[in-house]
Nanobody, 127 residues
Framework: QVQLVESGGGLVQAGDSLRLSCVAS????????MGWFRQAPGKEREFVAA????????YYADSVKGRFTISRDNAKNTVYLQMNSLKPEETAIYYC????????????????????WGQGTQVTVSS
């Protein structure tokens, strides 16, 4: 099992960039697909991006395509989310998560496929 710790959130202006990091503990990080989700106040948690355990397959929500980039460094047990051209409506708590099954990308864009979550990092985008 892995444990996850996110960092990199903060307060930025519309159009700015942030890079979120999620460090995993445990020796099996490289066998798990990883995802980023976000939850704004009063809204349901939504999928943002995901990357397969080997980094070959990448998935994005339509709303972030072309602006966000997910990547992973298995040697550092870290997954990243580079966010460019941020919008005020993207203010939320951002969570990283590990897929429920090793070496799997099944239903990777749905939060029910992830069973290990970090504590979240706040991203606030001012207009």
């Amino acid at each position: 099992q892995v444990q996850l710790v996110e960092s990199g959130g903060g307060l930025v202006q519309a159009g700015d960039s942030l890079r979120l990091s999620c460090v995993a503990s445990g020796r099996t990080f490289s066998s798990y697909s990883m995802g980023w989700f976000r939850q704004a106040p009063g809204k349901e948690r939504e999928f943002v991006a995901a990357i397969s355990y080997n980094g070959i397959s990448i998935y994005y929500a339509d709303s972030v395509k072309g602006r966000f980039t997910i990547s992973r460094d298995n040697a550092k047990n870290t997954v990243y989310l580079q966010m460019n051209s941020l919008k005020p409506e993207e203010t939320a708590i951002y969570y990283c998560a590990a897929h429920v099954a090793r070496y799997s990308v099944v239903a990777i864009t749905t939060d029910k496929s992830f069973n290990t979550w970090g504590q979240g990092t706040q991203v606030t985008v001012s207009s």
